[in-house]
């Protein structure tokens, strides 16, 4: 897909050397220029470079009226080294100025964090808190040993807020020590809230001993407490349970026939399902929906990945209702702890089962999470919730016709089919998107492709995937893209591909002409600001029907298309395949138009079935090796 929009023609092969994802914006500094007579420097790059010899202490920069407590108002001011104490001293008041005085002095980082360590010493109770919480802040960014001893020491604190704040900002910390000092912390504390915040910590430095330590604490009668602590258990076996590893049996075949949703995007479903073996039953959705396929996995679940159109594949479990007392968690954790759920489970996971749980419609719902994980825990303590480290991803579908729900066991496995992706380009096409266009295209080996947006060459590439073609042509308006194009088409072990800088509007491919344009044009939203997608369209249209050869075929992604059905006809394009598809907040229309116009107003080399002698470059291409496949 293209990253600009129109420009000069230019025929070219070679392209310059850029990235295909833009860097983020980076200050330069200008060269310090001294005056001789003044003794400053000339521009602001060199005042910066100057502050920072100076130690940021050039006061006599600012204003006569300048306040510290009015300039920490903007959001955008930079303090300098010398303001950090009086900084410190807003932060532990806790008044009007506070938050202001902290985000600036966030700015400053480990030398604030000093400052504010050096005035604990001698503060009162109510700032010391309050300076303990700023420094858990600096030391969650910055990975300082005196910044963790600092924190682990005030685990001590006279202040149980201060103890608090500091359990809290530990608990992100982690380590050996860490947890060691929150066991005994806990262990010793008498605190109510104090002790929730220690347990909540441990939880998330996981390991051994912080399982220990909240299996043996007794919470007391304190309900919080014991909430607390049985969320912090389950959050620390299941990190001290890391060390082993978990993975997804993809080459192992299924034990019997078992039920399978193959997910796409939104108006895929009938390519997708026509891309599957026919042995497993692909059918579509019988809501309708043409987002899915359903299907019967026979043999390994391996062989799904040959849909290129697919997005990603889960085994569906039996709805379960909804119980009042109980609620969605409960249902899901019957769901999940249901002998289909555990044969599915034991069979295809290697290692511990590790699990986490999303929901189909979106949302965190973390209290339901954790009542379901809670429930699941109890039920069958071998199946483990880790949302950081899954093996599974249990997909709550909450159904709408009925109140019950339906889990789908979704396994957490490395793709292998777009290992080629090593560059990207913005608005780049997704390689699902770019398999469905070579899907309705079709493949011929005398086809000559061009891609007049090829962005970063993915449409190319799966062409390349799907069988043998005589020449390939990429054009685009962007260098970077262009480079990204080349170095793609090279991990699927293509050198020779044309690649050239272009306009998709005004280009005219050199020798043999097209048989076949694919492409995902820009929609507009990113990369056509401010020109008029209706005649940007009909150009393309008009200019691309014109250098392709009579029977040639355009697979194309259309924004428009109404207008792109009107265009067609008054050009001669006939309308094959057409096909509504959801492309991620709008809707657009993948279409297949065949060039129906006579050969009479250009003088091709040849027609898309004309006999040629095949050169040794031809001869040779056939379908390559999948990148990552052996």
Same mark, same amino acid.
């Given at each position: 897909?293209?990253?600009?929009?129109?420009?000069?023609?230019?025929?070219s092969?070679?392209?310059?050397?850029?990235?295909?994802i833009?860097?983020?914006k980076?200050w330069?500094?200008?060269?310090?220029?001294v005056?001789?007579?003044?003794?400053?420097?000339?521009?602001?790059?060199?005042?910066r470079?100057?502050?920072?010899?100076?130690?940021?202490?050039?006061?006599?920069?600012?204003?006569?009226d300048?306040?510290?407590?009015?300039?920490?108002?903007?959001?955008?001011?930079s303090?300098?080294?010398?303001?950090?104490?009086?900084?410190?001293?807003?932060?532990a008041?806790?008044?009007?100025?506070?938050?202001?005085?902290?985000?600036s002095?966030?700015?400053?980082?480990?030398?604030?964090?000093?400052?504010?360590?050096?005035?604990?010493?001698?503060?009162?109770?109510?700032?010391r808190?309050?300076?303990?919480a700023f420094?858990?802040k600096?030391?969650?960014?910055?990975?300082e040993p005196e910044l963790?001893?600092?924190?682990?020491?005030?685990?001590?604190?006279? %202040?149980?807020?201060? +103890?608090r704040?500091? *359990?809290?900002? !530990? /608990? $992100?910390?982690? #380590?050996? =020590?860490?947890?060691? &000092? @929150?066991?005994?912390?806990?262990?010793?504390?008498? %605190?109510?809230?104090a +002790?929730?915040?220690? *347990?909540?910590? !441990? /939880? $998330?430095?996981g #390991?051994? =001993?912080?399982?220990? &330590? @909240?299996?043996?604490?007794?919470?007391?009668?304190?309900?919080?407490?014991a +909430?607390?602590?049985?969320?912090a258990? !389950?959050?620390?076996?299941?990190?001290?349970?890391?060390?082993?590893?978990s993975?997804?049996?993809?080459?192992?075949?299924?034990?019997?026939?078992?039920?399978v949703?193959?997910?796409?995007?939104?108006?895929?479903?009938?390519?997708?399902?026509?891309?599957?073996?026919?042995?497993?039953a692909?059918?579509?959705?019988?809501?309708?929906?043409?987002?899915?396929?359903?299907?019967?996995?026979?043999?390994?679940?391996?062989?799904?990945?040959?849909?290129?159109t697919?997005?990603?594949?889960g085994?569906?479990?039996?709805?379960?209702?909804?119980?009042?007392?109980?609620?969605?968690?409960?249902?899901v954790?019957r769901?999940?702890?249901?002998?289909e759920?555990?044969?599915?489970?034991?069979?295809?996971?290697?290692?511990?089962?590790?699990?986490?749980?999303?929901?189909?419609?979106g949302?965190?719902?973390?209290?339901s999470?954790?009542?379901?994980?809670?429930?699941?825990?109890?039920?069958?303590?071998?199946?483990?919730n880790?949302?950081?480290?899954?093996?599974w991803?249990?997909?709550?579908?909450?159904?709408?016709?009925?109140?019950?729900?339906?889990?789908?066991l979704?396994?957490?496995?490395?793709?292998?089919?777009?290992?080629?992706?090593e560059?990207d380009?913005?608005?780049a096409?997704h390689?699902?998107?770019?398999?469905?266009?070579?899907?309705?295209?079709g493949?011929?080996?005398?086809?000559?492709?061009?891609?007049?947006?090829?962005?970063?060459?993915?449409e190319?590439?799966?062409r390349?995937?799907?069988?043998?073609?005589?020449?390939?042509?990429g054009?685009?308006?962007?260098?970077?893209?262009?480079?990204a194009?080349?170095?793609?088409l090279?991990?699927?072990?293509?050198?020779?591909a044309?690649?050239?800088?272009?306009?998709?509007l005004?280009?005219?491919?050199?020798?043999?002409?097209?048989?076949?344009?694919?492409?995902n044009?820009?929609?507009?939203?990113?990369?056509?600001r401010?020109?008029?997608?209706?005649?940007?369209?009909?150009?393309?249209?008009?200019?691309?029907?014109?250098?392709?050869?009579p029977?040639?075929?355009?697979?194309?992604?259309?924004?428009?298309?109404?207008?792109?059905?009107?265009?067609?006809?008054e050009?001669?394009?006939?309308?094959?395949?057409?096909?509504?598809?959801?492309m991620g907040?709008?809707?657009?229309?993948?279409?297949?138009?065949?060039?129906?116009?006579?050969?009479?107003?250009?003088?091709?080399?040849?027609?898309?079935?004309?006999?040629?002698?095949p050169?040794?470059?031809?001869?040779?291409?056939?379908?390559?090796?999948?990148?990552?496949?052996?």
């Amino acid at each position: 897909m293209d990253t600009s929009s129109t420009g000069c023609a230019e025929c070219s092969g070679g392209v310059g050397v850029g990235k295909g994802i833009p860097r983020s914006k980076q200050w330069r500094k200008s060269p310090r220029a001294v005056s001789s007579r003044r003794g400053r420097t000339a521009s602001r790059g060199g005042a910066r470079r100057a502050q920072g010899e100076r130690g940021q202490d050039m006061t006599a920069r600012r204003a006569p009226d300048f306040r510290l407590e009015e300039a920490i108002r903007d959001p955008g001011f930079s303090p300098r080294r010398s303001d950090a104490a009086a900084l410190v001293e807003l932060v532990a008041e806790e008044g009007e100025h506070t938050d202001d005085a902290e985000r600036s002095l966030l700015r400053l980082g480990l030398e604030a964090a000093r400052v504010a360590m050096e005035r604990v010493r001698t503060a009162e109770t109510k700032p010391r808190a309050r300076l303990v919480a700023f420094v858990g802040k600096i030391a969650t960014e910055q990975a300082e040993p005196e910044l963790s001893a600092f924190l682990i020491g005030a685990l001590g604190d006279a %202040d149980p807020r201060a +103890r608090r704040f500091a *359990a809290n900002a !530990l /608990g $992100k910390l982690r #380590g050996p =020590e860490v947890e060691s &000092a @929150l066991a005994a912390a806990l262990a010793a504390e008498n %605190d109510a809230p104090a +002790r929730r915040a220690m *347990a909540a910590a !441990l /939880g $998330k430095t996981g #390991g051994d =001993e912080a399982a220990r &330590a @909240l299996r043996q604490l007794d919470t007391g009668g304190d309900e919080l407490l014991a +909430r607390a602590t049985a969320k912090a258990s !389950l959050m620390a076996q299941r990190t001290a349970g890391r060390e082993v590893p978990s993975t997804f049996e993809v080459h192992k075949p299924a034990a019997s026939p078992v039920p399978v949703v193959l997910h796409c995007r939104a108006g895929l479903g009938p390519i997708l399902r026509d891309e599957i073996d026919v042995r497993l039953a692909p059918r579509l959705a019988p809501d309708g929906r043409e987002d899915r396929v359903l299907a019967t996995l026979v043999g390994p679940p391996e062989r799904l990945f040959d849909a290129r159109t697919m997005l990603f594949f889960g085994f569906p479990l039996p709805p379960v209702p909804l119980d009042p007392s109980g609620g969605v968690a409960e249902a899901v954790a019957r769901s999940l702890t249901s002998p289909e759920a555990l044969r599915l489970l034991e069979h295809f996971t290697s290692g511990p089962i590790r699990f986490r749980i999303a929901w189909a419609g979106g949302g965190k719902r973390r209290a339901s999470i954790w009542r379901a994980a809670e429930a699941i825990a109890a039920a069958n303590p071998k199946l483990v919730n880790d949302p950081t480290e899954s093996t599974w991803e249990a997909l709550v579908h909450e159904l709408p016709d009925r109140p019950a729900i339906e889990v789908e066991l979704c396994p957490r496995v490395e793709d292998p089919r777009f290992t080629y992706r090593e560059r990207d380009v913005p608005a780049a096409s997704h390689p699902t998107i770019a398999a469905a266009l070579v899907r309705i295209a079709g493949v011929r080996a005398d086809d000559v492709v061009w891609d007049p947006f090829v962005g970063s060459g993915t449409e190319l590439c799966e062409r390349v995937l799907a069988g043998p073609y005589e020449r390939l042509l990429g054009t685009d308006m962007s260098a970077a893209a262009l480079e990204a194009a080349r170095q793609n088409l090279a991990a699927v072990g293509i050198e020779d591909a044309v690649l050239a800088r272009g306009d998709a509007l005004s280009f005219v491919p050199r020798g043999a002409p097209p048989t076949v344009v694919l492409t995902n044009p820009p929609m507009g939203r990113r990369v056509l600001r401010g020109i008029d997608l209706h005649e940007f369209f009909d150009r393309f249209l008009a200019h691309v029907a014109e250098v392709l050869v009579p029977g040639g075929r355009i697979a194309w992604i259309s924004p428009l298309p109404a207008q792109s059905a009107r265009a067609a006809r008054e050009l001669g394009l006939e309308r094959a395949f057409v096909q509504r598809l959801d492309m991620g907040g709008f809707d657009a229309e993948l279409q297949l138009l065949i060039n129906r116009r006579r050969r009479n107003e250009r003088d091709f080399d040849r027609g898309p079935s004309a006999p040629r002698e095949p050169t040794r470059a031809s001869e040779r291409r056939g379908r390559p090796r999948a990148p990552g496949r052996r």
